[in-house]
């Protein structure tokens, strides 16, 4: 166990214990800082016989979600060295640092694709939906993280499934909370009376499609990704379909790939 609390240090004695045994000075600055942030997060007149795995493992994951966030890994590590030096020490008994999680990271074509900077298109109805699902998943992390907190009290966190679960599903809402900022940080508001006026299919236009050689028609709203709804007839602009129709006219023939083989479509009308 954790020794008396009489013999125990605080967290900020321990970090600056810690510090100064590294041999690389120039990582000073950014192992400090970051410890810093830990320090703060628990408080820094925290003894370490008071610290609970509980606190390790919520705090590791509200930095490393699903594992998307840039430099995660990276500041993990941090804090996983700092834990493992201070059991080293036998400032505490216990491993706290099994507790700090570091998932796999994606591949580096998926990271790219993450860290790439892309305007969005939204219109005005789906910068107000984006921005609603967003204010709604950061209400759900105080829930999540007591829930977490209530998981790991007294129990072996090694094989508490509840605990895996909402840690799980904080790592899910923390990733989806990343995606509708970035998306709504680099949103651009389509204006649809100035779309609608051209008769070129683009985002925010409504276009009639028929299959050629045969009766089946339907009428779609050209969307963002983000925006998309097929029960709404709102297709992506990267969905086939929309790849397809964009930047075409009222006449014109494409070709789509579908499930049911190459499918041929004649544009009624742009609107």
């Known amino acids: 166990m954790i020794q008396e609390a009489g013999d125990s240090k605080t967290l900020l004695e321990a970090v600056s214990l810690y510090v100064e045994s590294l041999k690389a000075k120039e990582n000073h600055e950014k192992t400090h800082r970051e410890l810093h942030k830990f320090v703060q997060w628990c408080g820094p007149d925290k003894q370490f016989s008071e610290m609970r795995p509980s606190e ?6 509200q930095i490393g979600g699903n594992g998307t966030t840039p430099q995660a890994t990276e500041r993990l590590q941090v804090i996983r060295g700092f834990l493992t030096y201070v059991r080293k020490q ?13 998932r796999k990271s994606k591949s580096r074509a998926r990271e790219s694709q993450i860290r790439q900077v892309e305007v969005v298109e939204l219109t005005q109805a789906g910068f107000t939906q984006l921005t609603g699902q ?7 992390r105080s829930p999540l ?7 790991a009290a007294d129990k072996d966190v090694r094989e508490n499934a509840p605990l895996e679960a909402a840690r799980e599903q904080l790592g899910l809402v923390e990733s989806r909370i990343r995606e509708l900022e970035d998306s709504l940080s680099n949103a651009v508001i389509v204006d649809l009376s100035k779309r609608r006026s051209g008769k070129t299919v683009k985002i925010g236009t409504k276009v009639s499609v028929k299959e050629v050689g ?3 028609q339907a009428s779609y709203t050209l969307v963002s990704r983000t925006e998309a709804n097929s029960l709404e007839g709102r297709i992506s602009d990267v969905s086939p379909l929309g790849k397809a129709l964009v930047g075409r006219n009222a006449g014109d023939n494409v070709e789509v790939e ?5 499918i041929r ?3 009624v009308r742009v609107y």
């Open 56 to 61: 390790v493992g919520e705090y590791a994951d």
């Open 90 to 102: 036998g400032i505490i008994e216990v491993n706290l640092a099994q507790h700090v999680r570091i």
């Open 134 to 140: 967003l204010e709604k998943l950061k209400s759900e």
């Open 145 to 151: 993280a007591i829930q977490i907190r209530k998981a």
């Open 214 to 216: 045969s009766s089946r």
């Open 258 to 262: 579908t499930p049911r083989g190459k």
């Open 265 to 267: 479509y004649s544009i």
